[in-house]
């Protein structure tokens, strides 16, 4: 099993910027990739960055050139660094932890880009 928590969503304004961690804990030794999703109201939840156990990053379209994944893997923390966010960023955010057998999601914590 593994446990995922978030932390760094709120309220920001158009053009402003976030940092997203998210601390893994439980049977790291398990996990080959971690990223971000978002799943805004009435819309499917969608991939954001993803990143591999050999550092290689992976974006959506979307948000190319703005946002930034990371990793420490001596503290089992994965970070999303977000600047220019739109209103269009606004979503619940969940970080996610994939074993090659199943995914694992924590909480969501909810990113708001005022216009």
């Known amino acids: 099993q593994v446990q995922l928590v978030e932390s760094g969503g709120g309220l920001v304004q158009t053009g402003g910027s976030l940092r997203l961690s998210c601390a893994a804990s439980g049977s790291i030794f398990s996990i080959n990739a971690m990223g971000w999703y978002r799943q805004a109201p009435g819309k499917q939840r969608e991939l954001v960055a993803t990143?591999?156990?050999?550092?290689?990053?992976n974006y959506a379209d979307s948000v190319k050139g703005r946002c930034t994944i990371s990793r420490d893997n001596a503290v089992n923390l994965v970070q999303l660094q977000m600047n220019s966010l739109k209103p269009e960023d606004t979503a619940v955010y969940y970080c996610?932890?994939?074993?090659?057998?199943?995914?694992?999601w924590g909480q969501g914590t909810q990113v708001t880009v005022s216009s």
């Open positions: 996610n932890a994939d074993t090659g057998s199943r995914y694992y």
């Open positions: 990143i591999s156990n050999g550092g290689r990053r």
